[in-house]
């Protein structure tokens, strides 16, 4: 599976931001998703996930109530839509994608068998 993230940029705190990953080259709707993001000299943080058919979806907590992941299946396409964005948001955000059954979701990055490129958020004060 190819992956290609966008929809990131510079943003006010309190703005919003979404993000895209597009999917290429297998079954999408075979893979679990998940957005991830990196600030530098520290490790890739979970941030959200959504089961093969969107029914099943996972956040961190530091993100619970203001992000949300849903998935376009027909297109190939998972979202993140980030709201009421703080500065500690700023980061590289990652979509992933990992084969499992049906209503599962992947918390843990190393359980991700694909990987996007990555696309910046920054959050200003």
């Known amino acids: 599976v190819q992956l290609q993230a966008s929809g990131g940029g510079l943003v006010q705190a309190g703005g919003s931001l979404r993000l895209s990953c597009a999917a290429s080259?297998?079954?999408?709707?075979?893979?679990?998703m998940g957005w991830f993001r990196q600030t530098p000299g520290r490790e890739r943080e979970f941030v959200a996930t959504?089961?093969?058919?969107?029914?099943?979806?996972d956040y961190a907590d530091t993100v619970k109530g203001r992000f949300t992941i849903s998935r376009d299946n027909a297109k190939n396409t998972v979202y993140l839509q980030m709201n009421s964005l703080k500065p500690e948001d700023t980061a590289v955000y990652f979509c992933?994608?990992?084969?499992?059954?049906?209503?599962?979701?992947?918390?843990?990055?190393?359980?991700?068998?694909?990987w996007g490129q990555g696309t910046q958020v920054t959050v200003s004060s």
């Open positions: 992933a994608a990992a084969r499992r059954p049906m209503r599962t979701v992947v918390v843990v990055s190393t359980q991700y068998d694909y």
């Open positions: 959504i089961s093969r058919g969107g029914r099943s979806i």
């Open positions: 080259g297998r079954t999408f709707s075979d893979y679990a």
